[in-house]
């Protein structure tokens, strides 16, 4: 499967963290009240981030 | 691969207005999704609120797009689609601007089966306000003005719809994207009067008084809640207290009001 590459907008996210809990392959993770993208490999880009995210602050893209 | 949001939002609008992880985000995602799947003319798109968290959301979609007095939505989209039938009309609204002050106009936007979509964003509260008790707000639950808990009975809104006369009543939750935008989709294609109820969260007026403790929590409580309405067909009572069933729950074809009222005007005219 080709990688995914996750653009979170920072201007918008307001560190809910909804994204987080709900990526099955744990590829989210908080910091500091905004989300990271710490392990970008393991995303199977099953949208549930990006279709879940309220502040239209994370997208997950083709690498 | 994403989805370009940002074509249908009026530039510099985001960030919303809303609290974190706020469920209208979604909705306001799965509108957005289920208007391009429709190939909505947004020249030719009206979208109507009232006042209230929910009704915030028409300020941000580039469409013509119409902010009115509390609880007159219905009132006000109804006037819109008398005047130009062509037009589609969408009314977004929460369950306190839709079921209380805006009850009478709810329940005679049903009976009459005008054709539009009604998507009634349903947080268990007033939030905007400060958190009051909805009639939405479930028994026993605690708000700003029942801190002892809430004693009155729930308004079941899409019993109520279907009750009212509306021909498509639907009900998803927040944390069910893609069943928003199937929903909605449906609800726009039907000719007639189609509410859509979207079970969301507010965590800051309803989930911090009600052992929420975070948006995480709620979104779980909804998803682990919701029954499909087919499912529930083979479900005992007991096995459905406390659940509320999603999908399409009742679908109906009925002669359409502006329809109606075109022909009465063609008799009018010939008399």
Known sequence: MSSARLEVIERNCKGCSICVEFCPK?????????????????????????????????????? | MSYDY??????????????????????????????????LDRTNTAI???????????????????HTAHGRAAA??????MA???????????????????????????????????VVMNNFIYGMTGGQFSPC????????????GNPDPVFDISKLAIGA??????????????????LITMGIKHKGMAIIEVLDDCPTTYGRRNKFRSVVDMMKHLKANAVPAVAAAKMTAEQLQGKFLTGVLFQEERPEYTAQYAEVIKRAQGA
């Open chain 2, 84 to 118: 130009k039938p062509s037009m589609n009309v969408i009314v977004c609204g929460g369950d306190g601007d839709g079921t209380a002050i805006g009850g009478n106009h709810f329940i005679h936007a049903c009976r009459r089966n005008i054709d539009m979509t009604y």
């Open chain 2, 48 to 66: 109507v609120s009232g006042i209230g968290c929910a009704s915030r959301l028409p300020g941000y979609l580039d469409a013509c797009t119409l």
């Open chain 2, 137 to 148: 707000t479930p028994t026993g639950a605690k708000a700003s003005t029942t801190p002892y």
């Open chain 2, 6 to 39: 940002e074509k249908s939002i009026r530039p510099g609008k985001l960030p919303h207005i809303w609290c974190p992880g706020c469920g209208h985000g979604i909705v306001m995602k799965g509108l957005i999704r289920a208007m391009d799947t429709c190939g």
């Open chain 2, 76 to 81: 006000f989209a109804t006037g819109v689609k």
């Open chain 2, 165 to 182: 006369g509306a021909t498509f009543v639907a009900r998803t939750t927040a944390a069910h994207p893609r069943e928003i935008d199937k």
């Open chain 1, 26 to 63: 744990n590829v989210l993770e908080m910091d500091m009240f905004l989300v990271k993208v710490a392990r970008p490999e393991d995303c199977i880009k099953c949208m549930q981030c990006e279709l879940l995210c309220p502040d239209f602050a994370i997208k997950v893209h083709d690498a």
